[in-house]
């Protein structure tokens, strides 16, 4: 979505939330379906703007799988310095760690309490992160899965927490992907319920700003998506990757036998991706992409996807190394947002424990 139709999605005044795990550097995927977006929602809001962004580090989410404390205190920082590097603002955003503000923890228990079991029982994200296959089956009754040591309660109640990021601060839009849908849609439902039981307007119902841009898949297993977890570092290119790695991954990008380039042909899943990797990049449409390139030998094409993605990211590759040479400045940005965070959500949360008989 371009940054004038975001203008005009964005009716002053608004509150725009969105938050990401510390899980590694992100790749071009999580940049192109995400990321970007964040920074055209903040670049299109108005300096004079009474608006707001709140872009987190989710690095308590990060604690419903094992950590090793050093490493996860490492991509926390890699990740602001990547955020700076892309271009969020600390002067027109609101940017912090989910876990130096207090208000987020407090607000999860407190609409924890609201949330009955079976809604999260319906949630497909830990039955994803167990990696169980008949997810509709499975409840969290199921002795054998309850017992087992990946299963807690941060991992089942995680959409609670998710959903106390997103009303904490009034948002009123949030960019999702498409897999993030249901999850928006159990925090508007706890909202509404909440609001309906005290019969007050505590809770602001957010908007869904859904990303429009295909998704991008692994470079040489097409049919899988791109993931930075995969054991096969060709298949994704990182956003700190080296001018040499991102032409070496390209060149060896899986393609097909079929000459010339196309677009939507099931049968052509690795051309597509590529195809997909450049619109998103040029913000043209897939159609137009493969009709510029219609007869061009895929070695040629690829040569050219490997021009345009090197272009796109190498500024940042070099922002990101100037940020993490600069701890200090990390450090006090980091603090300030969470300053700023915690001034914002102070009020609210105190609003909601009156409201609660939890007032003093």
């Not at 989710?58 to 090793?68: E, K, M």
């Not at 009709?291 to 990101?320: C, M, N, Q, R, W």
Request: proline share 5%.
């Amino acid at each position: 979505m371009n940054t004038s139709n975001l203008r005009r999605l964005l009716v002053n005044p608004c509150r725009v939330v969105s938050g990401i795990q510390p899980t590694g550097i992100p790749h071009i995927g999580n940049y192109l379906g995400s990321l970007r977006q964040w920074v055209d929602i903040q670049n299109s809001i108005p300096s004079s703007s009474s608006s707001q962004c709140f872009f987190f580090i989710a690095d308590l989410h990060a604690l419903t799988v094992p950590q090793i404390p050093h490493d996860l205190y490492q991509r926390r920082i890699d990740m602001l310095a990547i955020l700076l590097s892309i271009g969020i603002d600390p002067l027109r955003s609101t940017l912090f760690f989910q876990s130096e503000v207090p208000y987020h923890t407090e607000l999860n228990w407190l609409m924890g309490c609201h949330t009955p079991m079976g809604h999260l029982n319906r949630m497909t994200q830990w039955k994803s992160k167990l990696q169980l296959q008949e997810m509709d089956a499975v409840t969290f009754f199921n002795t054998s899965l309850a017992s087992s040591g990946q299963f807690n309660l941060g991992l089942f109640s995680y959409p609670v927490l998710q959903a106390a990021d997103i009303l904490l601060y009034g948002a009123t839009h949030i960019p999702v992907g498409k897999d993030q849908t249901q999850h928006i849609e159990l925090t508007r439902t706890i909202a509404r319920k909440i609001n309906s039981t005290y019969k007050k307007d505590l809770f602001t119902i957010p908007d869904i700003i859904l990303n429009s841009s295909s998704s991008i898949m692994a470079l040489k297993q097409p049919n899988k998506k791109m993931s930075k977890s995969d054991q096969n570092s060709k298949n994704y290119i990182l956003l700190t990757d080296s001018e040499q790695d991102i032409r070496k991954k390209i060149a060896g990008a899986a393609t097909d036998n079929i000459e010339g380039i196309t677009y939507g042909d099931v049968n052509r899943p690795a051309i597509n991706n590529l195809i997909n990797i450049t619109a998103a990049i040029t913000d043209s449409s897939p159609i137009a992409i493969a009709e510029k390139f219609k007869h061009s030998k895929h070695s040629e094409f690829k040569s050219s996807i490997a021009d345009i993605v090197v272009g796109s990211l190498s500024p940042f590759t070099k922002s990101y190394q100037q940020w993490k040479a600069n701890p200090t400045e990390l450090q006090a940005i980091a603090a300030d947002g969470a300053k700023k965070a915690t001034d914002q959500a102070y009020p609210f949360v105190k609003n909601f424990k009156n409201t609660l008989g939890l007032g003093v």
